[in-house]
C-alpha cells in the first residue's frame, strides 16, 4: 500500500486566492485563484520539491489527499 500525502488547502479571502496551509511535503507552498486549480498544481509541485525523475523505471503512483476548509458569513437580525 501506498502512503498518502495529506494536503490541507484554505482560502484566503484578504488575498482572494487558495493557498497550501499544511502539507506532509515539506516546503509545499503553492496558490491558486480556485481550489480545482490548486488541486491541479499539487502533484507538478510535490514532484518539482522531490526532484522526481519521470523517467524512472521505479515510480509509484501515490495518492494525495486534499483537504480544504472555507468560511463564510451572513447577516441575519438578531429580533428574531
Known sequence: MNPVI????????????????????????????????????????????LGTDLSDDALIDTPIEVIAHAGTRVRLSLAA
Request: hydrophobic share 55%; glycine share 4%; aromatic share 4%.
Open 6 to 49: 495529506v494536503v490541507k488547502a484554505a482560502f484566503d479571502a484578504e488575498a482572494g486566492v487558495w493557498i497550501i496551509e499544511s502539507s506532509d511535503v515539506h516546503g509545499l507552498r503553492i496558490e491558486a485563484p480556485t481550489l480545482e486549480a490548486l488541486v491541479e498544481r499539487i502533484p507538478v509541485a510535490i514532484q518539482d520539491l
